[in-house]
Nanobody, 115 residues
Framework: QVHLVDSGGGLVQAGGSLRLSCAAS????????GGWYRRAPGKQRELVAT???????DYADSVKGRFTISRDNAEKMVHLQMNSLKPEDTAVYYC?????????WGQGTQVTVSS
């Protein structure tokens, strides 16, 4: 069965950086696209970034130029490098992996950005 573990969240000051990681198991990872969602207090889930099986990426306007998504097929990992963090980036971040059949989600990792 599919299992995703999110990690790397924490408390950081505005302007700082964090690197989130997602470890996948139970899938042929190279056949899947991946991405990161976030859920901030009082808001619905927002799609932050995606990466396809061939490495093409896309980003929400709110994070473009600050966040970078990447994947390592050998390690079955998806990463989200977050730079120039802002208080409005505070949220629980969730890794997701999908193919044409289904989506899988990680448990989430908390990111808190202080002023």
């Amino acid at each position: 069965q599919v299992h995703l573990v999110d990690s790397g969240g924490g408390l950081v000051q505005a302007g700082g950086s964090l690197r989130l990681s997602c470890a996948a198991s139970g899938i042929i990872f190279s056949d899947h696209a991946g991405g990161w969602y976030r859920r901030a207090p009082g808001k619905q889930r927002e799609l932050v970034a995606t990466i396809t099986s061939d490495g093409s990426t896309d980003y929400a306007d709110s994070v473009k130029g600050r966040f970078t998504i990447s994947r390592d097929n050998a390690e079955k990992m998806v990463h989200l490098q977050m730079n120039s963090l802002k208080p409005e980036d505070t949220a629980v971040y969730y890794c997701t992996i999908w193919d044409s059949i289904r989506h899988s989600w990680g448990q989430g990792t908390q990111v808190t950005v202080s002023s």
